[in-house]
């Protein structure tokens, strides 16, 4: 039996997961600051994941585990996209061996300060001001705009 999330937008209304995105993009209108994300994000989420590591390995794992119910509940293509990055990145975490802690804290901070360059060029806030959900949506937003040139449908 079909669910409200197999039924065309046009029929049940844009799912969460597009009202998400088109709210994220909003915010993301120019070419610069979108291209910056495009950098920043991976690299915030590595840098995140690095540092959750050097605290403790299971520390990660929870972190990574909790966003994929997050995921999982919004799309089963993100949600398998996601896990395939959070291994990459638990990969490069494991070959940064001891130097994990100071080299995913330097990432984290050039990272946001990118992130916050993009967003002075934009001239508008980023979003997960308005909602901490948004830090979940910014890789997605991401990973949508190849999907959709692909023809990936999410």
């Not at 915030?44 to 299971?58: D, E, K, R, T």
């Not at 806030?125 to 449908?153: C, M, N, T």
Request: proline content about 6%; hydrophobic content about 55%; glycine content about 6%.
């Amino acid at each position: 039996m079909n669910d409200m999330a197999d039924i065309p937008d046009t029929i049940a209304g844009p799912r969460r997961v597009d009202q998400l995105l088109a709210h994220y993009s909003e915010s993301h209108q120019n070419p610069r600051n979108e291209l910056i994300h495009f950098i920043a994000i991976p690299l915030i989420m590595l840098s995140l994941v690095g540092m959750m590591f050097a605290l403790h390995p299971y520390v990660a794992y929870a972190f990574i585990a909790a966003s994929m119910v997050y995921y999982a509940r919004l799309s089963a293509v993100f949600f398998v996209s996601m896990a395939l990055w959070s291994v990459l990145f638990l990969g490069i975490v494991f070959a940064m061996g001891p130097l994990v802690l100071p080299v995913c804290a330097a990432i984290f901070v050039g990272a946001w300060i990118l992130q916050f360059i993009g967003h002075k060029i934009e001239g508008k806030k980023p979003s997960f001001f308005e909602d901490i959900q948004y830090l979940w949506v910014g890789p997605l937003f991401v990973l949508s705009k190849p999907f959709a040139r692909l023809g990936i449908r999410w």
